[in-house]
């Protein structure tokens, strides 16, 4: 009799966990095949960002990726309204699904379910990501970063240099000097590995502060043979829908932010 008890309160936990998993997205396609995809998808994502990429840029990229909740303790460096960039109230997931899903044909419901599911907490990245840019990780134990004009220690390297951009050696030091910092979500990957979802969130430091969230659908071109496990997909943009765009004193930065950004960060952010 006590054992058929337990039983039942076993099956039962184990739907009410069911219900909860399904509810929010499966399970995330998160093997080490699937890693390794996503980093190939953010390359692809980054270098499809600006079709015409100034080589001479320097940008940051925050070390942990966005998640999908609220408040000051979810994780995420910023917020908006003290809500996540992914979904801005009184928007909601399924709302974001809906935009989406208007705006590109044949949307990938797996690919979604999955960014759902990748995205309810935050991960570390790391490098190496190949850009088209300058870049680096930013945030946690990394040196402090200065958004806008460059310190005058660069600008002197720069000067005794003979003049034009200072030696990326000078951007090494203690402050390095960014024209944009990047935050990203993690990707959204369909089980064949042929669609992917994935968020990136711009900030802009030319004169002013200006945030810009754009969602990417991205596609693996079909190749002539079957692809194997070990094989390289190429990854191509397939579309691009911006979602948020703001301006300064519209967002709290709560992780360590930008110098020039903690300038106008509101922490009580409800607007």
Request: hydrophobic fraction near 40%; proline fraction near 5%; aromatic fraction near 10%.
């Amino acid at each position: 009799m006590q054992s058929s008890r337990c039983l039942r309160h076993l099956l039962t936990a184990a739907v009410v966990l069911g219900i909860a998993v399904h509810a929010y997205g499966r399970e995330p396609h998160d093997g080490a095949e699937y890693q390794i995809e996503e980093y190939r998808i953010y390359e692809a994502a980054l270098a499809a960002l600006d079709p015409a990429a100034d080589a001479s840029l320097r940008v940051a990229i925050y070390h942990r990726t966005l998640n999908g909740s609220c408040g000051k303790d979810a994780g995420n460096p910023v917020l908006v309204k003290g809500c996540t960039f992914l979904w801005v109230k009184p928007d909601k997931p399924a709302q974001v699904e809906q935009m989406l899903r208007k705006r590109w044909r044949k949307f990938s419901k797996s690919a979604w379910k999955d960014f759902l599911a990748k995205n309810r907490s935050s991960v570390a990245l790391h490098e190496p990501i190949k850009t088209p840019w300058e870049h680096w990780l930013f945030g946690g134990d990394a040196p402090e970063v200065n958004f806008g004009e460059p310190p005058a220690k660069v600008r002197e390297t720069g000067a005794a240099a003979g003049g034009g951009e200072a030696p990326a050696e000078a951007l090494r030091g203690e402050e390095r000097n960014a024209d944009r910092a990047i935050y990203l979500s993690r990707v959204g990957i369909n089980s064949k590995r042929t669609d992917a979802i994935l968020y990136v969130l711009v900030f802009s430091y030319d004169g002013s502060v200006a945030a810009s969230g754009d969602y990417l659908r991205l596609r693996a071109k079909q190749p002539k043979g079957k692809l194997g496990d070990g094989d390289k997909r190429e990854w191509y943009l397939a579309g691009r829908v911006n979602y948020f765009t703001g301006v300064k004193d519209s967002f709290a930065s709560l992780a360590p932010a930008p110098r020039k950004a903690r300038q106008h960060a509101v922490l009580s952010a409800e607007k």
